[in-house]
């Protein structure tokens, strides 16, 4: 005996139930009689003939609409406005939009508080450092610059601000620079 293996392309003769599988599993296109074709085409035609009418239903009611609209004064533009105004308030009345804002305001308010906390170290950094030695020491040598200017202008008074120090040694400075005076071309040496 020979001993084979049974695959797909192996060839037995079909037996008579598979036959009748065969027969009541059709993979192409059904075959239709005459009969049910022409009823299917006069099916098609009648649908076809009401997707016009319903086309020329609607045809009609546009304009109807279009006509509505005009003697009402509502304008493409007008009506634009309109949805605007309505589509802002919907969005302004949406949980998102409320989220959001409120998620805003939030984080504007705790920046307004870090600056404020900013602006507040800073302040405190500034005294902090005009009381410290070293601009002590820079403020007294200020203080002695002025009253050498003071002194070498000859201020009689003894209390004066920076600015009239610095006013009158700009007056004493313009006193003390010679003028030019244009000679005549006669007195010129040649």
Not at 20 to 49: G, H
Not at 112 to 124: D, H, Q, W
């Amino acid at each position: 005996m020979e001993t084979r293996q049974q695959g797909f392309l192996d060839s037995e003769p079909l037996r008579e139930a598979d036959e009748d599988f065969v027969s009541e599993v059709n993979l192409s296109n059904p075959i239709m009689t005459d009969e049910e074709r022409e009823e299917i085409q006069q099916e098609l035609a009648k649908l076809e003939e009401e997707i016009s009418t319903l086309k020329q239903v609607l045809l009609s009611k546009e304009k109807q609409h279009a006509d509505l609209k005009q003697k009402l004064g509502i304008t493409p533009l007008s009506e634009l406005k309109n949805n605007f105004s309505r589509g802002w308030h919907d969005m302004q009345t949406s949980t998102a939009y409320k989220k959001t804002s409120e998620t805003l305001s939030t984080a504007g308010q705790k920046t307004s508080a870090a600056f404020t906390t900013l602006g507040s170290a800073i302040t405190r950094k500034f005294g902090d450092m005009r009381n410290s030695p070293s601009f002590r020491s820079f403020e007294e040598k200020v203080e002695n610059t002025v009253s050498t200017i003071k002194t070498k202008v000859g201020a009689s008074e003894t209390g004066g601000s920076f600015e009239e120090v610095l006013s009158s040694a700009a007056n004493a400075s313009s006193q003390d620079t010679p003028t030019n005076t244009l000679t005549d071309s006669s007195e010129r040496p040649c």
